[in-house]
């Protein structure tokens, strides 16, 4: 099976087939800068990495990923005079709190992040075209405010499949300068209380950008006039999405060719918010729990199901992270192998020695939860292959089991052994510390049995066994691994 994906215009399971053989160009909404992210915030950035990592790893892509910052716009101009800040640096300081959110999380960085207030004459060049094509005028009320004229595009309301009649008039700006109500800001023009530095000289006056044109010139610059995949939350299909489509296509642009959208993440059912009361600040949560339970839990579930967060939602993440855990620290000490070491090693393997589940499982709409059964599939196998039936260790299949382990988890960005959680070095350390202390005890138990000191030398060998540690003697001396008990089984 080929990468299929949900395309929400066409409400279908579309086989993917990139614009240009060999190369994927994917723009993603990002944050406006008005506060600290929580964790309904940032799940769009966790899956797209998902996304990005598959159709690097699965497929071969070149991928260029674009992730906007809206770092203007009215909340972030009301939350800076209420803080009493200068707007830029209040979303500066929230722009860098979410990177650092971001980064905690494993996710990679974008290939451009480009911020709306450095792209205004690309904002400013497409109205000009889409006034010069008539889909877009000037608020004949001297507010220096510029509209997209909903009616003159009949395609209108085809992303999200509504008639325009149906459709909430636009809030955006008021309407006294509106031809309809419907009608949106391209430009909003300078307002009396606002800072004069919150605003760009134009043809139609001071202002600054609307919303939505802010995407649509950064995509054009980045990625041309047609790209891929255009991904974002599901709560920005209508308007911010829609509006994003008519204006390019308005303009002559052929825009994205697939439209994804992850779902929420939820409190008691409803969409977590500040306004809720229930956020949950991704800086603040990671202070008691471990980034990789937090990337864990916002991933394992399918992009476009809603996510539930309740008292236990990261419990039960942290178990199904150290089941994990226990497995690659047993499996590294076992095959004797450094945490680069494997991680070259599972880098290496091509999609055709990947599991053919996992395979499947990923190419099916980014089936995430179907990955990880196929993961923990392979950790029960990993777990008996480190035991031979006759007590010994069959290290080679444990360290393929490892390898391909390791080779999905990375691909799920949540490989323990990547330095970004500090697993490598502990467990690499781990295993150097238990090897030199088991290494102290067998010689001790070769000197005892030297001196003919057999009763020293058993009690050396139950003691190593009572702690689960195996030895074999054989002519070259003794060797030794670990063993699992029946009540440890994964």
Known sequence: MSLHLFDTATRTLRPFEPLEPGRVGLYICGLT????????????????????????????????????????DDKILTKSAEAGQPWWAWSYAHERETTRALDLLGVLPPTYEPRATGHITEQVELIDTLVARGHAYAAEDGSGDVYFDVRSWPEYGSLTRQRLEDMEPAGDADPRGKRDPHDFALWKGHKAGEPETASWPTPYGRGRPGWHLECSAMARKYLGDAFDIHGGGVDLRFPHHENEQAQSRAAGLDFANYWLHNAWVTVRGAKMGKSLGNALAVTELTKTVRPLVLRHYLGAAHYRSTIEYGDDSLAEALAAVERIEGYVARAQEVVGASSDELRAEAAGLTVAELPADLVAALDDDLNVPGA?????????????????????????????????????????????????????????????????????????????????????????????????VVIEDTPAGARWALRRGPDQEV
């Open 33 to 72: 800068t008005q506060g600290s992210p929580h964790i309904g915030h940032v799940r769009f950035a966790v899956a797209f990495d998902i996304l990005r990592r598959w159709l690097v790893r699965g497929h071969g892509y070149d991928v260029t990923l674009v992730r906007n910052v809206t770092d203007i």
């Open 372 to 468: 990880l059964a196929v993961v923990f599939g392979l950790v029960r196998d990993g777990n008996k292959a480190l035991e031979a039936q006759d007590g010994g260790t069959d290290r080679a299949g444990a360290r393929h089991t490892l390898v391909q382990v390791l080779a999905a988890l990375d691909v799920l960005g949540i490989d323990p052994l990547d330095p970004r959680w500090g697993g490598a070095a502990e467990n690499d350390t781990a295993a150097q510390v238990l090897g030199a202390l088991v290494q102290d005890r067998l010689d001790a138990r070769a000197r005892a049995r030297a001196d003919k000191d057999f009763s020293t030398a058993d009690a050396i060998r139950d003691q190593l066994t009572t702690l689960g």
